[in-house]
């Protein structure tokens, strides 16, 4: 089974604080993503990566930071949380073009 | 205009209807995938599709390139297909992701 594991389901955090949310998989894939998910807007896109030390701003990137040191790890960083931050935060998994996509669990965050 | 466009938003139905959901979107894709979301759950992905039909147990996806538009069909509704079905469009190449359709909120009544 294709595991993309969250580190966190629930995480309440108080504004000000640095978040770390950590995504790994274990298909080798190298595409990943990290998406937020709010009531009437969907999924958008915060940040992805193609490779180790590769990353790429999506469509609202301010006021997040990525990391990939490893191919199976993306680290989603909110420098200083705010509370239009709380959200639904999801780590998508891919091997490419015209391939399966595979998400994690979800963490939902709220930061006060 | 969002470029993934999903109808309904929000559907009520009762136990044993055929459910149908659309999505349209307007731009070139190289897949459509189509998502479920249970309350409080993750996302699960229930198809991937770039042409025809693909049918595993009670659901069906469909696609039509030309017009740009994929229906998700559900035979024999039961109360545990209730959640939320999302639209997702390839747009090739791997690294740009997913883009997403709002969603279609289905609750089905015993």
């Known amino acids: 089974d294709v595991k993309v594991t969250q580190s966190s389901r629930y995480l309440v955090k108080r504004t000000g604080e640095k978040v770390f949310l950590e995504c790994v998989q274990d298909m080798d894939h190298e595409n990943m993503f990290w998406y937020r998910q709010d009531p009437g807007l969907g999924l958008r896109l915060i940040y992805f990566?193609?490779?180790?030390?590769?990353?790429e701003k999506g469509d609202i990137p301010e006021g997040y930071s990525v990391s990939r040191e490893k191919k199976e790890r993306f680290s989603l960083i909110l420098e200083s949380a705010s509370t239009n931050q709380t959200s639904m935060y999801l780590c998508?998994?891919?091997?490419?073009?015209?391939?399966?996509?595979?998400f994690g669990q979800g963490t939902r965050l709220t930061v006060v | 205009k969002n470029e993934v466009e999903q109808s309904p938003q929000n559907l009520t139905a009762q136990e044993g209807e055929f459910i149908t959901i659309n999505c349209s979107y307007s731009?070139?894709?190289?897949?459509l995938h189509w998502l479920q979301q249970h309350p409080g759950g993750g996302i699960v992905s229930l198809f991937m599709?770039?042409?025809g039909k693909k049918k595993h147990g009670r659901l069906i996806a469909t696609i039509n390139i030309q017009e740009k538009h994929s229906s998700l069909h559900i035979t024999a509704s039961h109360p545990r297909d209730s959640a939320v079905y999302i639209c997702a469009v390839g747009r090739g190449g791997g690294a740009d992701g997913l883009t997403f359709g709002k969603g279609t909120h289905l609750i089905i009544q015993p």
């Open positions: 599709l770039s042409s």
């Open positions: 731009v070139g894709i190289s897949a």
């Open positions: 998508l998994s891919s091997g490419g073009m015209n391939t399966e996509a595979f």
């Open positions: 990566s193609y490779d180790v030390k590769m990353k």
